[in-house]
Antibody
Framework: QVQLVQSGAEVKKPGASVQVSCKAS????????IHWVRQVPGQGLEWMGIINPSDGSTNYAQKFQGRVTMTRDTSTITVYMELRSLRSQDTAVYYC??????????????WGQGTLVTVSS | DIQMTQSPSSLSASVGDRVTITCRAS??????LAWFQQKPGKAPKSLIY???NLQTGVPSKFSGSGSVTDFTLTISSLQPEDFATYYCQQYNSYPWTFGQGTKVEIK
């Protein structure tokens, strides 16, 4: 069965960086894009960006441009999301999600369990 | 960016009620719209894509409709497991954007 398993909770100080991993299993890795979505506690969902595991190409939300990097390792079937220069407003649960394409539609069909990142001095 | 506006932000309903949630896009998105259900402490679950296509395994009490800028999600007969927060999301263009959510609570 398709699974996306994320790394564990993190506590970081303001100004630091965090890397969250998302390990895929149960399907062929490279054909399916991976998105990152975050959710500040008690608030809604916010799209951060997308990576194509086949070639590593990315598209980031402008809000995170310059602070986020998404990468993948095809040997370990893992996608990574690094967020730099953390501030308290980055405290959130970060999700990875797989995109399925049924042309012309694209939708997020499987999600990781979420990783809580807490930014606090 | 395309703004997605849901209404209402919350609603109270009873088991067996028919519930409708609306979602409006700030510009035309054809039918490039998805709906998700989220329960506390859990990841969102895909319900509908393409505005009206039910995701595999989702019960037929859920239905979606609409196109261009106006969309609806309907739950035909609310059950205890349906009390959750529902989000719409557009995938017409980057950045993908979500509505602010509609919390469905027990009356």
């Amino acid at each position: 069965q398709v699974q996306l398993v994320q790394s564990g909770a993190e506590v970081k100080k303001p100004g630091a960086s965090v890397q969250v991993s998302c390990k895929a299993s149960g399907y062929t890795f490279t054909p399916y894009y991976i998105h990152w979505v975050r959710q500040v506690p008690g608030q809604g969902l916010e799209w951060m960006g997308i990576i194509n595991p086949s070639d590593g190409s990315t598209n980031y939300a402008q809000k995170f441009q310059g602070r986020v990097t998404m990468t993948r390792d095809t040997s370990t079937i893992t996608v990574y999301m690094e967020l730099r220069s953390l501030r308290s407003q980055d405290t959130a649960v970060y999700y990875c999600a797989r995109e399925r394409q049924l042309a012309p539609h694209r939708f997020l069909d499987y999600w990781g369990q979420g990783t809580l990142v807490t930014v606090s001095s | 960016d395309i703004q997605m506006t849901q209404s209402p932000s919350s609603l109270s309903a009873s088991v067996g009620d028919r519930v409708t949630i609306t979602c409006r896009a700030s510009q035309a998105i054809s039918t490039y719209l998805a709906w998700f259900q989220q329960k506390p402490g859990k990841a969102p679950k895909s319900l509908i894509y393409g505005a009206s296509n039910l995701q595999t395994g989702v019960p037929s009490k859920f239905s979606g409709s609409g196109s261009v800028t106006d969309f609806t999600l309907t739950i035909s007969s609310l059950q205890p497991e349906d009390f959750a927060t529902y989000y719409c999301q557009q995938y017409n263009s980057y950045p993908w954007t979500f509505g602010q959510g509609t919390k469905v609570e027990i009356k």
